[in-house]
């Protein structure tokens, strides 16, 4: 089965300043879609990010970019630039491409955005 | 955004009483999950479904069913709710079978049984 794993719960940084949020998982499948998902406190779950295992190129958007190692089985999220509006709980998900398409996801970070 | 409602937004019931949460859609997909926060556990998944009549368990199942009569609709029930079944619920919805490359969520459901 596989697992995802958030090793911070909790982090804090000042405005302007860059973060970066870890994850680890863990699979035996070769291709899949690594997430990066913001839910907010007003509860929404927001897509920030998305990563395609077979796909070496790091995906980007915006402020937010993600360093991807496949063997190491690691997929990190970079706020460039940190806004107030980022105050959030990050969530950390995968899915494979094979079979029952079940999302999993990590316990979740939650970022404070200080002013 | 996708058309998702969860309804409803919040409920405060008893131990021992059966709740139904319902999760409508009008999108069309075909994929529609059920899923479970709670601290330090992140996302959990219930129930799914691919289809009308067609559901499958997730990782946290015991003590929820569900049902899928129509494309649109997915209800998850608890039969007889348990404190330990307080969380706050989700439903999802996926716009491809073959890639799933996104996942589309409602705003979630605070149930607190008590």
């Known amino acids: 089965a596989q697992t995802v794993t958030q090793s911070q719960p909790e982090m804090s940084v000042q405005e302007a300043e860059t973060v970066t949020l870890s994850c680890t998982y863990d699979?035996?499948?070769?291709?899949?879609?690594l997430f990066w998902y913001k839910q907010p406190p007003s509860r929404q779950m927001i897509l920030v990010i998305r990563?395609?295992?077979?796909?070496?190129q790091n995906a980007t958007e915006n402020r937010f970019s993600v360093n991807f190692q496949k063997a190491a089985k690691s997929f990190s999220l970079k706020i460039s630039d940190s806004q107030l509006g980022d105050t959030a709980m990050y969530f950390c998900?995968?899915?494979?491409?094979?079979?029952?398409?079940?999302?999993?996801f990590g316990q979740g970070t939650r970022l404070t955005i200080n002013p | 955004d996708a058309g998702i409602t969860q309804s409803p937004r919040h409920k405060v019931t008893e131990t021992g009483t059966p709740v139904t949460l319902r999760c409508h859609q009008t999108?069309?997909?075909?994929?529609m999950y059920w899923y479970r926060q709670d601290p330090g556990h992140g996302l959990r998944l219930i129930h799914y479904?691919?289809?009308?009549?067609?559901?499958d368990k997730g990782e946290v199942s015991d003590g929820y069913s569900v049902s899928r009569s129509k494309t649109e609709d997915f209800l998850l029930t608890l039969e007889s709710a348990t404190s330990s079944q307080t969380s706050v619920y989700f439903c999802?919805?996926?716009?491809?079978?073959?890639?799933?490359?996104?996942?589309?969520f409602g705003s979630g459901t605070q149930l607190s049984v008590l």
């Open positions: 999802a919805i996926s716009e491809s079978t073959a890639t799933n490359e996104k996942l589309f």
């Open positions: 699979t035996s499948e070769s291709n899949y879609y």
């Open positions: 990563q395609e295992a077979y796909k070496q």
């Open positions: 998900a995968f899915v494979g491409r094979q079979g029952a398409q079940k999302l999993v």
């Open positions: 999108e069309n997909h075909r994929y």
């Open positions: 479904s691919y289809g009308v009549k067609d559901t």
